[in-house]
């Protein structure tokens, strides 16, 4: 019996599917297995190209199989999705993968450390925090607007509401709704301090890292930045440019050409939306420094600005960044302030 040279894995919380070829590109193998049979399975065959989904679990999956000898490779599932031949099942989905990973032009995820994971928990937490508090202080003003109190903007609105509900002397809450209101405070001010510990410790990890403090040099980015690049691109030389990149983070015009004509539309927000989320807001920064003090070593940025609006030249501003991190995380040279953002 032939052994199979390619495996094609579909993994689950609990069913994992597996497809098998031999060299000759036969199918030797179809095989259902428990989540507890995979590490045994794949322990006692030889070494072997193994597909994976870039999916939940993937890099976890991916670790264990290469410590057993395998080579493992992680597709986006979008790029796997156009083999599989007719209807969606998890055996349709393993024999895609088998035949998605032998393809040339195929790309790959790079696998994941436990470290560089566990940055991504800790980012991925702080955003849920994030999303809480802007929750809770929005229900505190809607609660609050509905018996006439109202505050301006901003955090120091919100601090005086907050004063408002612990002082407790005004009369226009009733009493069952103040009850309410400090149940909400509580769950802001805990939160506030959550995502103060959250910050501390993605402050204290940035510090830790050389590559992430090196990226921190670049105008525009900060050690929130920073370090979720280095915990998002385990290896920049799986993109042949910074465009490539760029591209993968969403921050491209999508295009739509035909007949030798170029027809660049708006950004494809594909990929990561967390990042381009922190590299359009430190872009955002950039500009308003820009503003306040004058052009001075970014006349690019300042010429942009004369021809488009401030949102259109941060798009274009973090498209420079990400760039520029890239040759960065790819190179061993450290940024050259000396160098204006223009010649970058």
Not at 86 to 106: F, H, S
Not at 114 to 142: E, G, Y
Not at 146 to 155: F, W
Not at 210 to 219: E, G, M, Q, T
């Amino acid at each position: 019996m032939q052994l199979a040279t390619t495996i094609g894995l579909d993994i689950a919380k609990n069913v994992f599917q597996v497809h098998g070829v031999a060299a000759d590109g036969s199918v030797v193998l179809r095989r259902r297995l428990r989540r507890a049979q995979v590490l045994k399975f794949f322990a006692a065959r030889p070494r072997c190209l193994v597909g994976i989904e870039a999916c939940a679990t993937a890099h976890h999956w991916g670790r264990e199989l290469t410590k057993l000898g395998h080579d493992v490779r992680l597709m986006p599932a979008r790029y796997v999705k156009p083999y599989v031949k007719r209807n969606k099942t998890d055996a349709a989905d393993a024999e895609a993968i088998c035949e998605a990973v032998t393809r040339p032009t195929m790309r790959f995820v790079p696998i994941k450390t436990t470290d560089q994971q566990s940055v991504q928990t800790l980012h991925r937490t702080r955003l849920l925090f994030v999303h809480h508090r802007v929750r809770l202080v929005n229900a505190i003003r809607a609660h609050l607007a509905e018996y006439g109190i109202v505050a301006g903007v901003g955090r120091r609105g919100i601090d005086a509401l907050m004063q408002l509900i612990s002082a407790g002397e005004d009369s226009r809450v009733p009493a069952e709704a103040r009850e309410c209101l400090l149940a909400l405070a509580g769950q802001l001010a805990l939160v506030t301090r959550q995502i103060a510990d959250a910050d501390r410790r993605i402050l204290a990890w940035h510090r830790s890292h050389a590559l992430s403090r090196k990226l921190a040099a670049i105008p525009g980015v900060g050690p929130l930045i920073a370090s979720a690049l280095v915990a998002a691109v385990p290896d920049p030389r799986a993109f042949r440019s910074g465009r490539d990149l760029s591209a993968w983070i969403g921050l491209v015009p999508k295009q739509y050409s035909t007949g030798g004509k170029q027809r660049p539309g708006s950004i494809s927000k594909a990929g990561d939306r967390y990042l381009r989320q922190l590299l359009v807001v430190g872009a955002m920064s950039m500009i308003k420094r820009v503003k306040i003090h004058g052009p001075g070593r970014h006349p690019w940025l300042a010429s942009l600005l004369d021809r488009r609006t401030p949102k259109i030249a941060a798009v274009a501003l973090a498209n420079k960044i990400i760039r520029i991190a890239w040759a960065l995380m790819s190179r061993p040279d450290p940024y050259r302030p000396d160098r204006p953002l223009a010649a970058a």
